[in-house]
C-alpha cells in the first residue's frame, strides 16, 4: 500500500517537474509547408509541442503557400494558425486573379496576420519595382481587414520605412520578422512601434553592431519581442558560433536534446525555440522564463490567438 502511495507521489512530481522546467511557447513564423515536411509533420507538430512549443503560425509565401498553411491550421486546430502573403522573392509571380483568391483566403479567421511580404534587395530575385508593387498591395489589404502585417526585409531598411510612412496614421500593427539588420535599424523600427522577431539568426550574426548588441545593451523592449524559428532554415548552430561563455552556459540539457536530436542545419524545427530563448535571455542577461512569458504574451495579443 505505502510502495503504491509513494508510486502515485512520485508520477505527480514528475508532471510537476516537467510543467516547471518546460516553458510556454508560441512560434510566430515557421515553414511547415515547405516539402521538407511532408512525410512526418505530425511528429514535427509533437514533437514542438513537447518542447514547450503550444502554438506555431505557418507563413504562407506565395498563393500556394498560404492555401496550404490554411489547409494545415484546420488539421491542427488552436495549434496551427497561418499568414496569407507573396514572398517579395516571388514578387513576379504577382496576378490580379492570385491576388483576388489571396485576398478570399486572409479574410479567414484562422489566417493571422497578412505576409510574409516586404523588400529583399539581398538577392533581389524579383525586380525591387515589382516588390514594392506587391508590399503595397499587401499594406492596404492588412489595413482593410485590420489584420497585423507580417514583414520581411533584407537590405531594403530605407525603402521600407518609406513605403510605410505612406500609410501613415491607418498602418495595423507590424512585426518585422526574422530580423537581421543593424542596431541602428532596429532602433528604428522601434521608434515606429513595431515589433521585432528573433531566431537562430542569433548564432549567425557574428557582428558588434547587430542583433547581440540590440539585446545586450538594453535596446530591445520585452513588450516588443516575439520569437520564431523560420524553420525549416535559420538553424541555431550553437556548435559552430562563437557564443560567449555566458549564453553558452545559459542552454539548457533539455533544450540541447530537442535541437541536437531533431534539428539540422538542412531541417530546423519548430522545437528549437527553446534554446533560441535561451540565448536570448543569455543576451539580454535576464531569466529564459520571463523572455518565454513575455514573447508568448506578445504574440497572443499582436495575432489575437486565443
Ligand atoms: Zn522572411
Excluded at 269 to 286: D, N, R
Aim: net charge negative.
Amino acid at each position: 500500500m505505502a510502495a503504491q502511495i509513494d508510486q502515485t507521489e512520485s508520477i505527480d512530481n514528475i508532471t510537476m517537474k516537467e510543467c516547471y522546467e518546460n516553458y510556454i511557447l508560441i512560434d510566430v513564423g515557421a515553414n511547415l509547408t515547405n516539402k521538407k515536411y511532408s512525410r512526418d509533420l505530425d511528429s514535427v507538430i509533437l514533437r514542438a509541442k513537447d518542447s514547450g512549443v503550444q502554438k506555431i503560425m505557418v507563413t504562407g509565401t506565395s498563393l500556394k503557400a498560404s492555401k496550404e498553411a490554411l489547409r494545415l491550421t484546420r488539421i491542427y486546430p488552436n495549434t496551427l494558425y497561418s499568414t496569407a502573403g507573396i514572398h517579395p522573392h516571388d514578387a513576379k509571380s504577382y496576378t490580379d486573379e492570385s491576388w483576388e483568391e489571396l485576398q478570399r483566403l486572409a479574410e479567414n479567421i484562422e489566417c493571422v496576420a497578412i505576409g510574409e511580404c516586404g523588400l529583399d534587395y539581398n538577392r533581389n530575385f524579383s525586380e525591387p519595382e515589382d516588390q514594392r508593387m506587391v508590399f503595397k498591395k499587401h499594406i492596404k489589404l492588412a489595413i482593410e481587414l485590420k489584420k497585423p502585417l507580417f514583414v520581411h526585409e533584407r537590405d531594403a531598411h530605407e525603402d521600407l520605412l518609406q513605403i510605410l510612412d505612406e500609410f501613415k496614421g491607418k498602418l495595423p500593427p507590424i512585426l518585422v520578422h526574422c530580423f537581421t539588420g543593424s542596431f541602428e535599424h532596429a532602433l528604428a523600427y522601434l521608434d515606429k512601434g513595431f515589433y521585432i522577431g528573433l531566431t537562430g539568426y542569433l548564432c549567425k550574426d557574428k557582428s558588434d553592431t547587430g542583433v547581440r548588441k540590440l539585446l545586450e545593451n538594453g535596446s530591445m523592449p520585452l513588450d516588443r519581442l516575439v520569437v520564431e524559428t523560420d524553420a525549416p532554415f535559420m538553424y541555431p548552430n550553437t556548435r559552430a558560433s562563437k557564443l560567449p561563455t555566458h549564453v553558452k552556459d545559459g542552454l539548457t540539457e533539455r533544450s540541447m536534446m530537442f535541437l541536437h536530436r531533431y534539428c539540422t542545419f538542412q531541417r530546423n524545427e519548430p522545437c528549437s525555440l527553446p534554446a533560441i530563448v535561451e540565448m536570448i535571455a543569455a543576451f539580454m542577461k535576464k531569466k529564459p522564463e520571463e523572455v518565454a512569458l513575455a514573447t508568448s504574451f506578445n504574440a497572443m495579443k499582436l495575432f489575437g490567438l486565443s
